[in-house]
């Protein structure tokens, strides 16, 4: 079993930034992907990004793309994601995830353990 445990949300007013973090409990398994999705009353579990831990390769949702990182550190164990110019749009419930396939995946389904998810609030 892994846990995840997600750390960092907040408020914050538009234009501003917050970095989100992700920490595993233990190494999961040797090739796996870690993504962030966010919640919000209008939309389940929307992807927003995701990182290969072996080769690094990263997919972003295109509503993130350019103002959002995501990032790694294997000693930690951990997963990052560094949100620049946040807009109100962006506040939601943001969960880590999971996934043991090969393919980074945008599908939510294919992600096995999640993270119990961080508020965050972006004012205008």
């Known amino acids: 079993q892994v846990q995840l445990v997600e750390s960092g949300g907040g408020l914050v007013q538009a234009g501003g930034s917050l970095r989100l973090s992700c920490a595993a409990s233990r190494r999961t398994f040797s090739t796996y992907t870690m993504g962030w999705f966010r919640r919000t009353p209008a939309k389940e579990r929307e992807f927003v990004a995701a990182i290969s831990w072996t080769s690094g390769s990263t997919d972003y949702a295109d509503s993130v793309k350019g103002r959002f990182t995501i990032s790694r550190d294997s000693a930690k164990n951990t997963v990052y994601l560094q949100m620049n110019s946040l807009k109100p749009e962006d506040t939601a419930v943001y969960y880590c995830?999971?996934?043991?396939?090969?393919?980074?995946?945008?599908?939510?389904?294919?992600?096995?353990?999640w993270g119990q998810g961080t508020q965050v609030t972006v004012s205008s």
């Open positions: 995830a999971v996934d043991l396939g090969l393919r980074i995946s945008r599908n939510w389904f294919e992600y096995n353990y």
